[in-house]
């Protein structure tokens, strides 16, 4: 019991460090912020952006761990859907440069004869994280 318990929490952990590392490595490399403020000329306002996508980040992650069911007026919700589509726009234009991310990633660290290795370790991580979860956690046979 306590091993699996440890195990869970390393995963938990590790799968953190994992999407942290790379909405960092997002905003960081292909310079979201520092663009979006060049764009809309608000570039004095860099930090409120800055603490936006802080405070977004950590409050979205403590709604996600918490089974709460919110019940909000429709003039409150309609903001948050436009700000939600606004980000999913702009991940979407920027996730089209996302193919210069890792060539420049791996010649950084040093590991550009490796690139295959790492997207398979990526790759593969991906696959069995998601089997992990269907198999794991989803109870398929007893959905009601």
């Known amino acids: 019991m306590t091993l699996k318990i440890l195990l869970t929490i390393f995963i938990g952990f590790a799968g953190g460090l994992a999407v942290g590392a790379g909405f960092v490595a997002f905003l960081t490399v ?3 912020i520092p663009r979006l403020t060049q764009l809309t000329k608000t570039m004095k306002c860099i930090h409120l952006y800055e603490w936006g996508v802080v405070l977004g980040a950590m409050a979205g992650g403590w ?3 918490r089974e709460t069911i919110y019940q909000f007026s429709s003039l409150f919700v309609i903001p948050i859907g436009l700000a939600n589509g606004i980000f999913v726009g702009m991940l979407a234009a920027a996730l089209t440069e ?13 590991v550009q004869e490796k ?8 790759f593969f991580g991906k696959i069995f994280g998601s089997l992990f979860h269907w198999i794991y956690f989803v109870d398929l046979l007893n959905h009601s």
Do not use: T
Request: hydrophobic share 70%.
């Open 30 to 32: 292909l310079g979201v």
């Open 63 to 65: 709604i996600g761990l």
């Open 98 to 110: 996302v193919l210069n991310v890792w060539p420049i990633l791996a010649k950084r660290i040093g």
């Open 115 to 122: 690139l295959i290795i790492l997207l398979s370790a990526i």
